[in-house]
């Protein structure tokens, strides 16, 4: 078993991890081999940086405060194999260090003040105005929490298909909500399955998936690196999701902003059932 192979395991963990490989001349030297996209998110680290790291840098402390996310992690290691090392970072809930802002750090106040704002006005909208306000939204929500495409996708369960209904993209971001009609949930089934269970779709790193995944074939032609759906739940019935793609660089959410992002999706289905109730009348 080659050593990408071994990594395989770990690309997709929900947790940050790094594989080391121990150097035959030096014993207490290791080669890097390879991180998943959660560890080089939560570290910062350029290719460089990581490619001439050692474990003993992170395993000198047991908690780990990233700069890059303002947020505290455990850290352990083990040895999945002989003459092997896997580093794993793990968020610590409700830990928090205090430290200087660095430009790097997400704001997650800007995010939950955004919230407030588009709730405000949510209710108040009038329906002519809706397909405007809700594009103007998910562009302010897609600069907010810096993703290149922030989308709309309705379910069809009469036909067992979705379809985007809405779609932003950043500066020099390819749209893709004409190539994303009637596309088969045949296709998809472990992310329609999430859905309909209430869970997220979280994709720290899609080019890790495995070979012949339909998701991968679905995500990597629309050059996504990472991507986080939520699902758009009305008690039981399962509407659509709001999904945010990264293609200019891998991006991990942290259970914080996939928590403040579940209520935007809550919004959206608030809009749906008073659409419905007012068609009724």
Known sequence: MSNDDMFQWWRQAPFGCALYQETATHPEQWVFVDANAIFKVVTGLTAERLAGSQPEEFNRHAVYFSESTALCYQVDSYAPAAGFFLVILQQIPNLHFASPPTASQRNPVALVSLLLELGQHFSTVEPAALP????????????????????IFNYDFNNNTCSNTFEWCAEGVMPE?????????????QWLHAHQTGQEMHIPDVPALPKGDALKQILQPQGIKSLLTIPLLAGMELLGFVGFDSVKNYRYYTEQERLVLGVFARMLVNLEVSARHRVLK
């Open 132 to 151: 405007a306000f809700i594009q103007q939204a998910l562009a302010k929500l897609g600069q907010t929490v810096a993703a290149d495409r922030v989308y």
């Open 177 to 189: 909500i004409n190539s994303l009609q009637g596309v088969p949930l045949a296709a998809i089934p």
